[in-house]
């Protein structure tokens, strides 16, 4: 297994995450992540690993609001 330990920074509409791997993680040591409000209403989100020495590309994801939503329930 493994742990992780870090810091968030808040300035303005973003956040930046930094994290340091402890234990087994696949070669992972450290993560970075950002978050950012844009002034259209949405919100981006990515990532990058540090793997083996070198920075990686992780996920980048954009989220919007859907006001018309509803949950759908079983």
């Known amino acids: 297994g493994f742990q992780s330990k870090g810091t968030m ?3 303005g ?3 930046e995450c ?3 791997i ?3 993680a696949g070669g992972t040591t450290e993560v970075k ?3 950012e409000l844009k002034d259209d209403g ?3 989100s990515s990532s990058k690993y540090l ?3 070198a ?3 992780g996920h980048q994801v954009t989220y919007k609001r859907v006001t018309d939503a509803r949950p759908k329930f079983k």
Do not use: C, P
Request: hydrophobic letters at 35%; glycine letters at 12%.
């Open 42 to 44: 949405t919100m981006q």
């Open 33 to 35: 992540g950002l978050f």
């Open 51 to 53: 793997r083996e020495g």
């Open 55 to 57: 920075w990686q590309d």
């Open 13 to 15: 509409k973003t956040v």
């Open 9 to 11: 920074k808040v300035n």
């Open 22 to 24: 402890i234990g087994n």
């Open 18 to 20: 930094h994290e340091v």
